[in-house]
T-cell receptor, first 112, second 112 residues
Framework: NAGVTQTPKFRVLKTGQSMTLLCAQD?????MYWYRQDPGMGLRLIHY???????AKGEVPDGYNVSRLKKQNFLLGLESAAPSQTSVYFC???????????FGSGTRLTVV | GNSVTQMEGPVTLSEEAFLTINCTYT??????LFWYVQYPGEGLQLLLK?????DKGSNKGFEATYRKETTSFHLEKGSVQVSDSAVYFC???????????FGPGTRLSVLP
């Protein structure tokens, strides 16, 4: 089925380690987003992209980097993981600003 | 800035009870309004939306009406089922920004 696929689903990192989360969509959507979900805080936007080769900062970008080299993929990188980055990360995509998002199933990241 | 406020949960109801989850917003211009639902272990799914004042969004027995005069978009369902147990997020997207602003979510538990 078409949709948004996130890998990995679970990961445990040690403080200071780096990793990349991959988001892939097969719907030809222009817009892609990375959110983090923390208890009692809803979803907060980390970075987003309005098309291949473009990225922009969201509400909580510090400690993260992103790349959109191909239209279907949106990568989220943590260069030096910190315990404060323990969270559930969701990727989403959309066709247009007036459409709703299609979300991936999330990546649960724990930094110890 | 734009913001969304939801009633705090958790909300616990018996099967076939009437559901209301309150949502109010603050935004510039004329935003589009959305309800998303997140089932355990999954990403968010679009439940319904309304793009202008007095519009009613509906899906799967859920309804919400865009009330500009009260800046509200309350979610209602006449008879809830156990399968409706989930976290519900109210969200807006304004006409100028690229992104959604999500409320903190309201957890609903429906008991048989």
């Amino acid at each position: 089925n078409a949709g948004v696929t996130q890998t990995p689903k679970f990961r445990v990192l040690k403080t200071g380690q780096s990793m990349t989360l991959l988001c892939a969509q097969d719907m030809n959507h222009e817009y892609m987003y990375w959110y983090r979900q923390d208890p009692g805080m809803g979803l907060r936007l980390i970075h987003y992209s309005v098309g291949e080769g473009t990225t922009a900062k969201g509400e909580v970008p510090d400690g993260y980097n992103v790349s959109r080299l191909k239209k279907q993929n949106f990568l989220l990188g943590l260069e030096s993981a910190a315990p404060s980055q323990t969270s559930v990360y969701f990727c989403a995509s959309s066709w247009d600003r007036n459409y709703g998002y299609t979300f991936g199933s999330g990546t649960r990241l724990t930094v110890v | 800035g734009n913001s969304v406020t939801q009633m705090e949960g958790p909300v616990t109801l018996s099967e076939e009870a009437f559901l209301t989850i309150n949502c109010t917003y603050t935004a510039t211009g004329y935003p589009s309004l959305f309800w998303y639902v997140q089932y355990p272990g999954e990403g968010l799914q679009l439940l319904l939306k309304a793009t202008k004042a007095d519009d009613k969004g509906s899906n799967k027995g859920f309804e919400a009406t865009y009330r500009k005069e009260t800046t509200s978009f309350h979610l209602e369902k006449g008879s809830v089922q156990v399968s409706d147990s989930a976290v519900y997020f109210c969200a807006l997207r304004d006409n100028y920004g690229q992104n959604f602003v999500f409320g903190p979510g309201t957890r609903l538990s429906v008991l048989p």
